[in-house]
């Protein structure tokens, strides 16, 4: 993983799966709020904190119910006596990992996850290589419904080692794999260890929850990460950096437009929208209506038939091109996104015969940032004056269908994320 992962994060589907019978498999991809730059200072405290505000300003009941909260600085090294427990770190998070963060999660109808490393590389954590069952064993007890295990310089075989004693200690526990580039992974990807564990790759051609998240990283994200998701078992290229730039040692670095292009990008190929962003900060308000607008989470992103979307037409967005990305969702819909890497305002075109699979003639068509109906679109759409680093987002039914947000799995419909311009 690129920069230090540290998250607070929100994920879907482990109730699912548990309905499920333990399968392993994730029937969603999930959203995860993560922690930014600031992470050192957070404790019981914040994260309480967090879960709080983001029950109260709907990102909850957006993303659905099984909203997972963990974070990074929650242990203090390894006891020296056999069996060779973590200490957790009790001066920041007094009441323990299970009382004060699992436990308040699953109050508030969330669930908790935990960030854990393993191999020999450098982490902001207690390397769980050689105490595997140890450790997962602590997990499952405290009731953490999902690790997320970071490796630099790991191998294979440490992954599968921590994999397998986690799936032995909780037939439901879920797995997040952050698999840099730089690790030893190589083509061990989703379809290679997720059937057996269960979970999400995180894929991370560029910075992953780090400072040097620009719009640039995220060009070279949206060239690099296609076709890559197993249904079932998702990947996530990398974790989002959406506080406002203004907020001093947050690491956001993205514009509103900027930051509302991410959401959709991750939205339109059935990715895990990973995102750092303070709920308790009122400047990040406007950022926070994006992770509200249920037509885009819910009605793209976490839509039933978990079909990762792809580049319909134009070129690489690092070259500041136009490009169009389509996803085939529920009802023989489509959500469409229409997106412009270059530097000014752009008219964007697309054909519906360009459409993967078999595409209709004419759509109704309806803006899901903006909430406006569009009538019936015959043939294509030309998105007009879309901003610089923008993106203009479209739901196609076919005409007989109800136009509006659905919802793919529950979840309340919470309008919101309109599109901004700067």
Known sequence: MKGILVIVALFLAPSLLKAQGGSGLEPYPYGGQGNNLNYLSFTETTIRAYIDADVSNGVVSTFGSTFNFGTVNWENGRSGTSPYHIIQNTADYPDGYKAGICDYAHSNGAECWIYDCIGSGSCPSVSSTGYESVDCGDFASWGVDRVYIDGPNATQANFDALMSACRAAS?????????????????????????????????????????????????????????????????????????????????????????????????????????????????????????????????????????????????????????????????????????????????????????????????????????????TLTSGYTASSVPSHGVTMLKLSPSSSPSGPASARGGSAVSGGNAVSE
């Not at 900027?258 to 991750?266: F, G, I, M, N, S």
Request: with cysteine.
């Open 171 to 375: 037939s439901t526990m879920l797995m997040t794999v952050s698999t840099d580039a730089s690790g030893g992974l190589g083509s061990y990807g989703p379809s290679g260890w997720c059937p057996t564990y269960g979970g999400t790759e995180v894929y991370t051609p560029g910075p992953d929850y780090s400072a040097d998240y620009t719009f640039s990283s995220l060009a070279t994200l949206m060239d690099a990460v296609t076709g890559v998701t197993t249904t079932g078992c998702w990947t996530q290229p990398g974790g989002l950096m959406l506080d406002d730039p203004s907020i001093s040692g947050a690491g956001g670095h993205l514009s509103l437009t900027e930051a509302q292009t991410a959401v959709a990008w991750q939205a339109i190929i059935a990715s895990p929208i990973g995102f750092a962003i303070d709920p308790t900060n009122g400047t990040n308000s406007s950022r926070i209506a994006f992770l509200t607008n249920a037509e885009v989470i819910q009605g793209c992103d976490l839509d039933a038939l978990g079909v990762q979307g792809s580049r319909i037409s134009g070129g690489a967005c690092v070259g500041g091109n136009t490009n169009v990305w389509a996803k085939p969702v529920s009802g023989g819909s489509y959500c469409v996104a229409f997106f412009n890497c270059s530097g000014s305002t752009a008219n964007i075109s697309a054909t519906w015969s360009s459409l993967p699979g078999s595409p209709l003639s004419s759509y109704t068509g309806r803006d899901i940032i903006n909430h406006t109906n569009l009538g």
